[in-house]
């Protein structure tokens, strides 16, 4: 992004899914064998990124599920959510961005998906929690991440239907007047 794509507007708008995010993230939180928790921090980064692209995604994903581990007690994986979910938003919005068919969705989603669990099995296996908490941690992971598609994509769907102008929220033109 340069600076005269960040507005007030966009700006206003990452916080709202920020806040999103971490509320997602904090709503429902379901114990895992290796300390960690199953949430719904994937359905805000999905629809985050296939609605208002690969920037917004980014930030709403990596920031929202940050703030909620450093508010729900796990700071020392803020750092790791930042990146693995971050990286995940940006997937799904690079890739999947204003596409209108289910399956280029789900594209977008796995690729962010996948990237997710590898980068949350690389941090926990090299620094947080070794090589056999951080497997077993992995499909807990990609668990969560379907929960992500299986309503996120949906919600997609009901929101462009119900808004159409939502696609043209977060374009170039919408920020700086071009």
Same mark, same amino acid.
């Given at each position: 992004?340069?600076?005269?794509?960040?507005?007030?507007?966009?700006?206003?708008?990452?916080?709202?899914?920020?806040?999103?995010?971490?509320?997602?993230?904090?709503?429902?939180?379901?114990?895992?064998?290796?300390?960690?928790?199953?949430?719904?921090?994937?359905?805000?980064?999905?629809?985050?990124?296939?609605?208002? *692209?690969?920037?917004?995604?980014? !930030?709403? %994903?990596?920031?929202?599920?940050? +703030? #909620?581990?450093? /508010? @729900?007690?796990? &700071?020392?994986?803020?750092?790791?959510?930042?990146?693995?979910?971050?990286?995940?938003?940006?997937?799904?919005?690079?890739? *999947?961005?204003?596409?209108?068919? !289910?399956? %280029?969705?789900?594209?977008?989603? +796995? #690729?962010?998906? /996948? @990237?997710?669990? &590898?980068?949350?099995?690389?941090?926990?296996?090299?620094?947080?929690?070794?090589?056999?908490?951080?497997?077993?941690?992995?499909?807990?992971?990609?668990?969560?991440?379907?929960?992500?598609?299986?309503?996120?994509?949906?919600?997609? /769907? @009901?929101?462009?239907?119900?808004?159409?102008?939502?696609?043209?929220?977060?374009?170039?033109?919408?920020?700086?007047?071009?």
């Amino acid at each position: 992004m340069n600076k005269r794509q960040i507005s007030p507007a966009m700006i206003a708008l990452c916080a709202v899914l920020i806040a999103l995010t971490t509320v997602f993230t904090l709503l429902i939180k379901i114990p895992t064998p290796a300390r960690g928790y199953v949430n719904l921090s994937d359905v805000a980064i999905t629809f985050a990124g296939l609605i208002f *692209g690969p920037w917004v995604g980014m !930030v709403a %994903g990596g920031v929202g599920t940050a +703030l #909620a581990d450093l /508010l @729900a007690g796990f &700071a020392p994986f803020a750092p790791l959510s930042l990146v693995a979910h971050g990286v995940e938003g940006f997937l799904i919005g690079w890739l *999947g961005r204003g596409r209108r068919t !289910v399956g %280029g969705m789900i594209v977008a989603w +796995l #690729a962010g998906a /996948l @990237a997710m669990v &590898a980068i949350y099995l690389l941090g926990e296996g090299l620094f947080y929690t070794g090589w056999a908490p951080a497997l077993a941690e992995a499909p807990m992971n990609f668990f969560q991440a379907m929960i992500g598609a299986v309503v996120g994509i949906p919600l997609v /769907l @009901a929101v462009r239907k119900a808004y159409p102008p939502i696609d043209r929220i977060g374009q170039r033109s919408q920020w700086t007047g071009e």
